[in-house]
């Protein structure tokens, strides 16, 4: 167990819909990192906050927003779902975003299925 | 450009031997970390080992080392030992210094344990 949690486990909508994907952070990591994976594929990063403030964006969708919130957890919105948004989500955590590196620790993911 | 190559698809490898799964990377940066992650078929994304750019000294974690060779830009990852719950896609990645901690991802090895 990683520490970092993300709801719901897994989520099946239709095409047009929007969701929202939540991240809890594990205690103390101000750093939340969001990536899609789709099936068979690596990780494409999306988008990075730190302690509310958006760090970097990767290949982020204009469909799709982010935010970090005062308690340091995170959401991420997915709207006008197409077929192709279908793919597992993660949320990954880290205790700072300069300095000293430290590691990347995932939550377990978010399923998202779009029909 | 950054990127990560992970030149081999899928390995396979005996219960109890050895295998070797590569990784090379192209950075015009000094001062970087380079890490593997497991990803079982839960889809899980779990650290297995990380590796400073500045430190000469291979990294071990039990079961799991490195052959860092920074001229070279390669790392591969050792799995001495083999186990059933080896079994999993592989991903090498790496960030730099002033990145925001973005990870930069292989496309992944899959390795298949032969009981």
């Known amino acids: 167990d990683s520490g970092v949690t993300q709801t719901p486990k897994h989520l099946i909508t239709a095409t047009g819909q929007r969701v929202t994907l939540r991240c809890s952070p594990r205690?103390?990591?101000?750093?939340v990192y969001w990536y899609q994976q789709s099936l068979d594929q690596g990780l494409q990063f999306l988008i990075q906050?730190?302690?509310?403030?958006?760090?970097a964006k990767g290949n982020i969708l204009e469909r799709f927003s982010a935010q970090q919130f005062p308690d340091l957890h995170s959401e991420l919105n997915l709207s006008s779902l197409e077929l192709g948004d279908s793919a597992l989500y993660f949320c990954?955590?880290?205790?700072?975003?300069?300095?000293?590196?430290?590691?990347?620790?995932f939550g377990p993911g978010t399923r998202l299925t779009v029909t | 450009a950054q990127t990560v190559t992970q030149s081999q698809p899928e390995m396979s490898v005996q219960e109890a031997e050895t295998v070797t799964l590569s990784c090379t990377y192209d950075?015009?940066?000094?001062?970087?970390?380079l890490f593997w992650y497991k990803q079982p078929p839960s889809r899980q994304m779990i650290l297995v080992i990380r590796?400073?750019?500045?430190k000469q000294q291979n990294a071990t974690e039990n079961r799991f080392s490195v052959n860092f060779q920074k001229a070279a830009k390669s790392f591969s990852l050792k799995i001495s030992d083999s186990q059933l719950g080896d079994a999993a896609m592989y991903f090498c990645?790496?960030?730099?210094?002033?990145?925001?901690?973005?990870?930069?991802w292989g496309a992944g090895t899959k390795l298949i344990i032969k009981p």
């Open positions: 990954a955590s880290s205790p700072r975003a300069s300095g000293r590196i430290y590691e990347q620790y």
């Open positions: 205690s103390g990591d101000l750093s």
């Open positions: 906050y730190y302690n509310g403030e958006e760090r």
């Open positions: 950075t015009s940066e000094s001062d970087y970390y």
């Open positions: 590796q400073e750019a500045y």
């Open positions: 990645a790496y960030t730099i210094w002033d990145s925001n901690y973005q990870l930069i």
